[in-house]
């Protein structure tokens, strides 16, 4: 995408791809499926470590340190209990919230 030199950033328009539309009742209901449920975890934790790549490049914040405190089992057990609290949100409004509260 090509942009206008003058657009501010927070002008940036992007769109999401991939198990992150999907519904947290989604994510709740893949735990029958070990399978469908790895898809979404992977989509969970590249958007978490993408969103930690760019903000580390552009200096601003990075999650590196709050990565190396968990795991992929805590981050996945804090995604489910805020998709059972919120059915009816995006997952990536889920792997938004976990990038806030490890930001803390």
Known sequence: ?????????E???????GFGVSSCG??????E????????L????????AVN???????RWHLDEALRRTDGDALELWITNYCQANPLKQLSEGADA?????VK
């Not at 995408?1 to 950033?9: D, K, R, V």
């Open 33 to 40: 499926d070990p399978m469908l449920r790895l898809g979404y």
């Open 53 to 59: 790549a760019t903000e580390a490049r552009q200096q």
């Open 98 to 102: 976990l990038i806030r509260e490890l």
């Open 42 to 49: 992977s989509w969970v934790l590249g958007y978490v470590s």
């Open 11 to 17: 002008a940036l328009e992007w769109r999401l791809i």
């Open 26 to 31: 989604k994510w709740v209901s893949s735990a």
């Open 1 to 9: 995408m090509l942009l206008a030199g003058s657009m501010s950033a």
